[in-house]
């Protein structure tokens, strides 16, 4: 597929991977790199929003983990 402007990869439990080759980008009119320039921007915002989440869940994770560090006021009687 050396001679392609597109090729994709994929191995069953791994990722899948997407190539688009500069040389054949050229042959798109401005209709084309257009969309290719919003799928990437959709795909950078799809990676945020997984590393928000990363985040997020890092986060609560620390917070039980401290929640549960904190001592603890018992009545003796």
Do not use: N, W
């Amino acid at each position: 597929m050396a001679d392609s402007c597109f090729e994709c990869e994929y191995r069953p439990g791994e990722e899948l991977v997407f190539r688009f080759r500069p040389t054949g980008l050229k042959l798109l009119g401005p209709a084309g790199r257009g969309h290719l320039r919003k799928a990437a921007r959709e795909a950078l915002l799809s990676l945020r929003s997984l590393i928000d989440a990363g985040v997020e869940s890092l986060e609560e994770e620390g917070k039980e983990k401290k929640s549960s560090r904190r001592p603890r006021k018992i009545d003796v009687q």
